[in-house]
Nanobody
Framework: QVQLVESGGGLVQAGGSLRLSCAAS????????MSWYRQAPGKQRELVAA???????NYAESVKGRFTISRDNAKVTAYLQMNSLKPEDTAVYYC?????????????WGQGTQVTVSS
């Protein structure tokens, strides 16, 4: 079992920045993928960014150049630095953990953190 605790959401004006954190605990395999997904009202949940325990990253086209995913393997914590935020980035952001290298969502989800970008 893996537990995920997210933090760092909030309200910010367009052009501003936020940093999300996701701390994983429990039985953590050395090979894993931590990802951020988001879901806006009335829309499907979508991948924002992912990072493997080996440091390989993947981003949605809509956030490339603005968002940066990173991780601290010793703390089993993933971060999402979000810069140049736009109103269309408004969503609930969810951390995801998969006990393998994968581009698909894993079994474990965080509780979600709201990000609201005002125009």
């Amino acid at each position: 079992q893996v537990q995920l605790v997210e933090s760092g959401g909030g309200l910010v004006q367009a052009g501003g920045s936020l940093r999300l954190s996701c701390a994983a605990s429990g039985t953590i395999p050395s090979i894993n993928t931590m990802s951020w997904y988001r879901q806006a009202p009335g829309k499907q949940r979508e991948l924002v960014a992912a990072i493997t325990s080996g440091g390989i990253t993947n981003y949605a086209e809509s956030v490339k150049g603005r968002f940066t995913i990173s991780r601290d393997n010793a703390k089993v914590t993933a971060y999402l630095q979000m810069n140049s935020l736009k109103p269309e980035d408004t969503a609930v952001y969810y951390c995801n953990f998969a006990p393998t290298y994968t581009s698909r969502p894993g079994t474990y989800w965080g509780q979600g953190t709201q990000v609201t970008v005002s125009s």
